[in-house]
Structure formats: structure tokens, C-alpha cells
């Protein structure tokens, strides 16, 4: 092993891999504070508590601390303040992982793979545990799991520390990581190393190295185990076809060969589910499971290795057992998906939606200066998963940006009033304020004495807002100013596939009825230009419907399936796209054009 000391971090650089350079913050620490580069140090010591805090030098890191100059002292302790607010909280609130020291059964298997931060889906860590217990009875040792583990966190370490040539770097998304290297293998187009990323596979050829595109996973077409040539012996090999390409590729990976083959089969999966049903989603979970493949052959090294790893291939399964064909009207009209059940154990039910345009706060003059923005400038969608809990995702990128908790109620209404501030009705009667600028919910009113169940907002001749809340023992009440005017009142119930159209004048009967085909309850309902949009569930199964109607002749325009369970919520983003939520089997959010 080769330590370097030149730029600005120490390495270490394997002799095996010339082409990967893994930088381990321990020895970059010290490097870093022997040359006096006291920021780079401690933020290397950081890495190092992050990845393992045993080895963490705390001494070390407390003399440095004393010897900062009081500038540099002061930038740390900015850093700190903006990573504390970013995070929400500090590092020692964070629990220590331990590993388990008995064997396990599947419940105590899922709550160590969760609280070991590995997984925290239900569904993948079953497979895990059958991939784990195959031949053996439904336990899983102490010693086999702290194997896994040691290789799931080593691959882990290394696909964050990989840096590739300039010349190789340039070739693909700066988002890109290589996740799984081969070893060095003859190929059909020269010899080097197959390396895997979320996006693609490439030769990393040897000697100079340089970089010979594969494929992508969306361009294969075939992907199958084969056997090449080599003097008087066949040598296992991997075979892909890929569109557009005459010859196709082959790889002699010999041993490798078969994990080789699930794993890309298993990428090649994901991104196809990814593309028809417009979820990035499924292709980030289609790398979880060819790395759990990975550490699980590392950790059995048996003859049922590779059977037990094909346990985990969930998105190759169902490609193979259930056509993965989505109706061409809801492809058309289908734009994204979203998950926010990701970091949770299981998905929950999307109960509440709201998007709030933001203004336009972007610093012309001076394009150099960045400015923070609050949530009131920025354009959100806000929703509401499980009792109390709101999640705030940036409209520009899908990312989620904060995270609050009003009352320990299931929530049912949303409502943006005067751009700064998010009304919340909620199961316990209350209806929570949240302030835009300080994300927090501060003021509640509790006029009400049953669930909240709708909220209003619209303006009179004057300009006034009028705010209206409803709830379940039947009062509506206005906040500020006088009543709703309005020529029509479209309602749906959740035991009924029809949509009620009242005349504001006459409540005493629905004046029209729109019956909905295969509708067995509608959940929410909203009006966007001159359609309303109904959510609902099918009666002749249970995936989630979405009917579009046309405001003056009230006929059905179209008939949207892209959920796996019932639509429970809906909300229109400034009338260009519609956003629709459902139930726990489903819990996406799926964005409509």
C-alpha cells in the first residue's frame, strides 16, 4: 500500500485497482493536520464518525478544536449552526447501531436491518431474510449477519469513495457512482474492468485507462449467461444485446458470471418499471437489491449463494411473472412519481395534498449572491402522511425539503391562505396555522367540536378573502368575511360511484347524477379549469381510479388508472398539473399532465 500526500486530502491508493482511488478520512485527517489545514481536518474526522465512531480520535479532534484561530473558529462554528438547522438535529441524537449477539427470527430479523439503517422496507427485508436462511432453518445467525454487514458497509464506503480519470469522469452524469467493479476480464470489446453505476455499464479498459460504453440499462434488450472459448475449455461468460447494436456484448467473467446476471437483469427491470410507470423510485430500489445480492453471495460463499441472492430479484420477478403494460391513455397523461413513504417501514396512505406557488425571489443583478429562500418563495407541494405528520417537497426537483408535526391526528384538509400561511384541518377538530416562514404551526383554532373535514378559500366583490371550515357534526363557519357564493355544489361519498350536482338555491335533492363505470366510492374531488377530478377505487378490483369531467355537459372525459390502491387526495399545481395521492398498499403521489 502506497500513502500519498499531494492536493488537498491524504489517500490511500490500492495497488490492485490503479483506475480507483478510495480516500479514508483517517489518514486524510492526520495528513490534514500535520499541514495545518485545521477546517479540512476536522471535517475529514467528521467522515470518519459518520462511517465508524470506535476508531473516532477524540482527542485528537479536541486539540485541534483549541488550536483554531478565532476566524477559522468562526466559520466552523457557522458550518455547524447551517449543517444543525439543515439536519434538525445534532449528531449525538443519532443511536448507535449494535450488533444483534443472538440468532434471529424474521421480527427481530426487520427491526435489526432498520435500525442498522441498511433497508427500511418491509417487503426487501423479507426477501433478505429468505435470501439469508436458504438451506438452513428461518433463523439468522449473529455471525452470519456481521458478515453481511461488513461487506454491505464496505461496498457501501467504496461506491462513495471511487474517483474516476478525468477521461473516464467525463463520460457520465456528475450523479453517477460506481457501485459494482468486476474484476479484470476479456471482453468482446477489449479488456478491463466492468463497472456497474445507477445509470449504465461500462469498460474501464486497462493501461491508460479509458472508457468504453456498454450499455445503458433502458437500451438492453437481451441479457443471458453464456460460455466463451478458451483453448480446449468453455469459460462462463455474459451476454447483452442492446438496441441499435449488431454484435453484442460478451464478458468472460467466469465465477462472476452469474451474479453478473442477476444483478444487471435486475437494473434492467428497474429502469424499465421506472420508465412506464414514471417513478424514479423503482430504479434507486432496483440498486438496493442487486447490492443486497452482492453482499449476500459475499456472505454465504456456498453453492446456493447465487440461488439465495436470486431471492432478492423483486423487479426481474414480477417483469417475468406479470406484463409490466400500462394503459396508453394514463401513459400519455402520466408526467412523475413520487414516494413519500420512502424512509419509512411501509408505505403509508397519502391523506391530505396541497401546492403552493411561490414568488419569484431570484437575485438578477448580482447572479453571484445566493439567497436562502423561505417556503413562502418557493413553489411546494405539501402532503400528509400518517397521524399529524406534514412533508414539504420543492416543486422544482420532487425533493423533500422539511418536515412537521401538527397535533397526533389523522389530517384531512390543506388549505394555502395569504402566501404565508397553511391551514390544516385535522381528526382532533383543530384546525392548525403553520407559518410558511417559520415552519411551524403558530396558532390553532378550535371552534369546531367534530373532525375537520374541508376547508375553503375565495374572495367577494371587495377583494376580501373569505376562509370556510367544515366538519363532521355538520357546521360550516366562515373566517373573516361573509358567505360562499357559488352557482353549483358537486359532492361524492365514499360508498357511492356517482357524482351529486346540487343548485346552490335548491339543497334539498342533487339536481343531475353522473354515475362513474366501475366506481365502487369516491375519496376527494377538486376543480381544475373546466374539469373536476374525482378519485376514487374500482369495484371490480382494488387499484385506484381517477375520473376526469367535464364542468358543463358533466360527462366522464377520460379515465385514469396509475395506482395500486384507492385515490385518496388530489390537488391541482396553478391548473397546469394535477397531483394525485393513495392509499398504504399504493402510497405514491403520481403528477398528471
Given at each position: 500500500?502506497?500513502?500519498?500526500?499531494?492536493?488537498?486530502e491524504?489517500?490511500?491508493?490500492?495497488?490492485k485497482?490503479?483506475?480507483k482511488v478510495?480516500?479514508?478520512?483517517?489518514?486524510?485527517?492526520?495528513?490534514?493536520?500535520?499541514?495545518?489545514?485545521?477546517?479540512?481536518a476536522?471535517?475529514?474526522f467528521?467522515?470518519?464518525?459518520?462511517?465508524?465512531?470506535?476508531?473516532?480520535p477524540?482527542?485528537?479532534?479536541?486539540?485541534?478544536?483549541?488550536s483554531?484561530?478565532?476566524?477559522?473558529?468562526?466559520q466552523?462554528d457557522?458550518?455547524?449552526?447551517?449543517a444543525?438547522?439543515?439536519?434538525?438535529?445534532?449528531?449525538?441524537?443519532?443511536?448507535?447501531?449494535?450488533?444483534?449477539?443472538k440468532?434471529m427470527?424474521?421480527e427481530?430479523?426487520?427491526?435489526?436491518?432498520?435500525?442498522?439503517?441498511?433497508?427500511?422496507?418491509?417487503?426487501?427485508?423479507?426477501?433478505?431474510?429468505d435470501?439469508?436462511?436458504?438451506?438452513?432453518?428461518k433463523?439468522v445467525?449473529p455471525?452470519?449477519f456481521?458478515?453481511?454487514?461488513?461487506?454491505?458497509k464496505?461496498?457501501?464506503?467504496?461506491?462513495?469513495?471511487?474517483?474516476?480519470?478525468?477521461?473516464?469522469?467525463e463520460?457520465?452524469?456528475p450523479s453517477?457512482?460506481?457501485?459494482?467493479?468486476?474484476?479484470?476480464?476479456k471482453?468482446?470489446?477489449?479488456?478491463?474492468?466492468?463497472?456497474?453505476?445507477?445509470?449504465?455499464?461500462?469498460?474501464?479498459?486497462?493501461?491508460?485507462p479509458g472508457y468504453?460504453?456498454?450499455?445503458?440499462?433502458?437500451?438492453?434488450e437481451?441479457?443471458?449467461v453464456?460460455s466463451?472459448?478458451?483453448l480446449?475449455?468453455r469459460?462462463?461468460?455474459?451476454?447483452?444485446?442492446?438496441q441499435?447494436?449488431?454484435?453484442?456484448?460478451?464478458a468472460?467473467?467466469?465465477?462472476?458470471?452469474?451474479?453478473?446476471?442477476?444483478?444487471?437483469?435486475?437494473?434492467?427491470?428497474?429502469?424499465?418499471?421506472?420508465d412506464?410507470?414514471?417513478?424514479p423510485?423503482?430504479?434507486?430500489q432496483?440498486?438496493?437489491?442487486a447490492?443486497?445480492m452482492?453482499?449476500?453471495?459475499?456472505?454465504?460463499q456456498?453453492?446456493?449463494?447465487?440461488?439465495a441472492?436470486?431471492?432478492?430479484a423483486?423487479?426481474?420477478?414480477?417483469?417475468t411473472?406479470?406484463?409490466?403494460?400500462?394503459?396508453?391513455?394514463?401513459?400519455?397523461?402520466?408526467?412523475?412519481?413520487?414516494?413519500?413513504?420512502?424512509?419509512?417501514a411501509?408505505?403509508?396512505a397519502?391523506d391530505?395534498?396541497?401546492?403552493?406557488?411561490?414568488t419569484?425571489?431570484?437575485?438578477?443583478?448580482?447572479?453571484?449572491?445566493?439567497?436562502?429562500?423561505?417556503?413562502?418563495?418557493?413553489?411546494?407541494?405539501?402532503?400528509?402522511?400518517?397521524?399529524?405528520?406534514?412533508?414539504?417537497?420543492?416543486?422544482s426537483s420532487?425533493?423533500?425539503?422539511?418536515?412537521c408535526?401538527?397535533?397526533?391526528?389523522r389530517?384531512?384538509?390543506?388549505?394555502?391562505?395569504?402566501?404565508?400561511?397553511?391551514?390544516v384541518?385535522?381528526?382532533?377538530?383543530?384546525?392548525?396555522?403553520?407559518?410558511?416562514?417559520a415552519?411551524?404551526?403558530?396558532?390553532?383554532?378550535?371552534?369546531?367540536r367534530?373532525?375537520?373535514?374541508g376547508?375553503?378559500?375565495?374572495?367577494?366583490?371587495?377583494?376580501?378573502?373569505?376562509?370556510?371550515?367544515?366538519?363532521?357534526?355538520?357546521?360550516?363557519?366562515?373566517?373573516?368575511?361573509?358567505t360562499?357564493?357559488?352557482?353549483?355544489?358537486?359532492?361524492?361519498?365514499?360508498?357511492?360511484?356517482?357524482?351529486c350536482?346540487?343548485?346552490?338555491?335548491?339543497?334539498?335533492?342533487p339536481?343531475?347524477?353522473?354515475?362513474?363505470?366501475?366506481?365502487?366510492g369516491?375519496?376527494?374531488?377538486?376543480?381544475v379549469?373546466?374539469?373536476v377530478?374525482v378519485?376514487?377505487?374500482?369495484r371490480s378490483?382494488?387499484?385506484?381510479?381517477?375520473?376526469?369531467l367535464?364542468?358543463?355537459?358533466?360527462?366522464?372525459?377520460?379515465?385514469?388508472?396509475g395506482?395500486?390502491?384507492?385515490?385518496?387526495?388530489?390537488?391541482?399545481?396553478?391548473d397546469?398539473?394535477?397531483?394525485?395521492?393513495?392509499?398504504?398498499?399504493?402510497?405514491?403521489?403520481a403528477?398528471?399532465k
Amino acid at each position: 500500500m502506497l500513502v500519498s500526500t499531494d492536493g488537498r486530502e491524504g489517500f490511500i491508493e490500492s495497488l490492485k485497482s490503479p483506475q480507483k482511488v478510495v480516500k479514508v478520512p483517517l489518514p486524510a485527517g492526520f495528513v490534514n493536520t500535520v499541514s495545518n489545514r485545521r477546517l479540512d481536518a476536522l471535517e475529514d474526522f467528521q467522515s470518519l464518525y459518520k462511517t465508524d465512531s470506535d476508531i473516532f480520535p477524540s482527542q485528537m479532534v479536541k486539540s485541534v478544536v483549541d488550536s483554531l484561530p478565532e476566524a477559522e473558529r468562526l466559520q466552523r462554528d457557522q458550518e455547524r449552526e447551517r449543517a444543525l438547522n439543515g439536519n434538525g438535529q445534532e449528531h449525538d441524537s443519532i443511536k448507535r447501531f449494535q450488533l444483534p449477539k443472538k440468532y434471529m427470527h424474521l421480527e427481530e430479523f426487520v427491526k435489526c436491518v432498520q435500525e442498522s439503517g441498511i433497508v427500511k422496507d418491509q417487503g426487501t427485508i423479507h426477501r433478505l431474510f429468505d435470501a439469508l436462511t436458504v438451506g438452513h432453518q428461518k433463523q439468522v445467525g449473529p455471525e452470519l449477519f456481521r458478515v453481511f454487514y461488513t461487506i454491505w458497509k464496505e461496498t457501501e464506503a467504496e461506491a462513495q469513495e471511487v474517483c474516476l480519470p478525468a477521461s473516464v469522469s467525463e463520460h457520465i452524469e456528475p450523479s453517477e457512482c460506481v457501485f459494482k467493479l468486476s474484476s479484470s476480464v476479456k471482453t468482446s470489446r477489449g479488456v478491463g474492468k466492468i463497472a456497474m453505476t445507477q445509470r449504465r455499464l461500462f469498460l474501464l479498459t486497462e493501461g491508460r485507462p479509458g472508457y468504453v460504453e456498454v450499455a445503458q440499462y433502458r437500451e438492453l434488450e437481451e441479457v443471458k449467461v453464456s460460455s466463451a472459448p478458451f483453448l480446449l475449455l468453455r469459460i462462463p461468460s455474459l451476454k447483452l444485446r442492446v438496441q441499435g447494436r449488431k454484435e453484442t456484448f460478451e464478458a468472460n467473467l467466469k465465477t462472476e458470471t452469474e451474479l453478473w446476471n442477476l444483478m444487471v437483469k435486475e437494473m434492467w427491470a428497474g429502469r424499465n418499471m421506472a420508465d412506464q410507470h414514471k417513478d424514479p423510485q423503482y430504479m434507486q430500489q432496483a440498486l438496493t437489491n442487486a447490492l443486497l445480492m452482492d453482499a449476500v453471495v459475499g456472505s454465504l460463499q456456498s453453492s446456493k449463494a447465487i440461488y439465495a441472492a436470486s431471492k432478492l430479484a423483486h423487479f426481474d420477478r414480477i417483469k417475468t411473472e406479470v406484463p409490466m403494460m400500462v394503459p396508453k391513455t394514463t401513459a400519455e397523461t402520466l408526467k412523475h412519481k413520487i414516494n413519500p413513504s420512502l424512509e419509512l417501514a411501509a408505505p403509508q396512505a397519502v391523506d391530505v395534498l396541497l401546492y403552493t406557488p411561490g414568488t419569484n425571489c431570484n437575485n438578477e443583478t448580482n447572479p453571484t449572491i445566493i439567497l436562502i429562500r423561505p417556503i413562502s418563495a418557493m413553489t411546494v407541494l405539501w402532503v400528509s402522511v400518517s397521524v399529524g405528520k406534514v412533508m414539504v417537497f420543492d416543486a422544482s426537483s420532487w425533493s423533500l425539503t422539511h418536515t412537521c408535526h401538527v397535533g397526533n391526528a389523522r389530517l384531512n384538509c390543506m388549505l394555502g391562505v395569504d402566501k404565508d400561511q397553511v391551514w390544516v384541518g385535522s381528526d382532533d377538530s383543530v384546525i392548525y396555522i403553520i407559518s410558511m416562514v417559520a415552519m411551524v404551526c403558530n396558532r390553532q383554532l378550535t371552534d369546531h367540536r367534530a373532525e375537520v373535514t374541508g376547508l375553503a378559500l375565495d374572495r367577494d366583490k371587495q377583494s376580501q378573502k373569505v376562509a370556510y371550515s367544515c366538519s363532521a357534526e355538520g357546521s360550516v363557519m366562515v373566517w373573516d368575511v361573509s358567505t360562499l357564493q357559488k352557482e353549483e355544489l358537486w359532492s361524492v361519498c365514499m360508498d357511492s360511484g356517482e357524482v351529486c350536482i346540487w343548485h346552490i338555491k335548491d339543497t334539498t335533492k342533487p339536481y343531475h347524477r353522473v354515475a362513474l363505470q366501475d366506481c365502487a366510492g369516491c375519496y376527494c374531488i377538486i376543480k381544475v379549469k373546466n374539469q373536476v377530478w374525482v378519485g376514487g377505487v374500482g369495484r371490480s378490483s382494488t387499484k385506484g381510479k381517477i375520473y376526469i369531467l367535464e364542468t358543463e355537459r358533466h360527462q366522464v372525459m377520460k379515465e385514469l388508472h396509475g395506482h395500486n390502491d384507492k385515490v385518496t387526495a388530489l390537488c391541482s399545481a396553478e391548473d397546469r398539473y394535477v397531483l394525485s395521492g393513495a392509499g398504504k398498499i399504493d402510497g405514491k403521489i403520481a403528477i398528471w399532465k
